[in-house]
Nanobody
Framework: QVQLVESGGGLVQPGGSLRLSCAAS????????MGWFRQAPGKEREIVAAITGSGGRTYYGDSVKGRFTISRDNTKNTVYLQMNSLKPEDTAVYYC???????????????WGQGTQVTVSS
C-alpha cells in the first residue's frame, strides 16, 4: 500500500550523530503511523521509535530515550530519526515501517523499507 525507502545510514564514532530519513510513496501518508526498528546480527528486531500519522504522539524504546528523536513532515511524505550520543550498541540495520489504525506503537506493522546500515565504532 505504501513503499518506504530509508537513507542516511553510515559509519559514525561513539558520541556522534546521524539523521535517518524514510521517504514514503502515496497520497495518504498522513494516515500512516510510522515506526523505526533495528536489528543487529544475532539479535531480535526491536522497536526504536514510533509516531502517529499526525505527529501528535510518539513512542521510544527504553534504550534510546533521551538520545533519539522521531519526527515527520507530511508535506514531504518523510519520517526522520535523529540519533544523538550514539553508542556501539546502536549498531544495526535500521528499518522504517508503516501501519494504519489505532496507535499502539509496538503492535504489528504492515509495510517495511529495505533498511539502512548504521555502524557506531571507534
Amino acid at each position: 500500500q505504501v513503499q518506504l525507502v530509508e537513507s542516511g545510514g553510515g559509519l559514525v564514532q561513539p558520541g556522534g550523530s546521524l539523521r535517518l530519513s524514510c521517504a514514503a510513496s502515496g497520497r495518504t501518508f498522513s494516515n500512516y503511523h510510522m515506526g523505526w526498528f533495528r536489528q543487529a546480527p544475532g539479535k531480535e528486531r526491536e522497536i526504536v521509535a514510533a509516531i502517529t500519522g499526525s505527529g501528535g504522539r510518539t513512542y521510544y524504546g527504553d534504550s534510546v530515550k533521551g538520545r533519539f528523536t522521531i519526527s515527520r513532515d507530511n508535506t514531504k511524505n518523510t519520517v526522520y530519526l535523529q540519533m544523538n550520543s550514539l553508542k556501539p550498541e546502536d549498531t544495526a540495520v535500521y528499518y522504517c515501517a508503516a501501519k494504519t489504525g489505532v496507535f499502539i506503537a509496538t503492535f504489528k506493522y504492515d509495510n517495511w523499507g529495505q533498511g539502512t546500515q548504521v555502524t557506531v565504532s571507534s
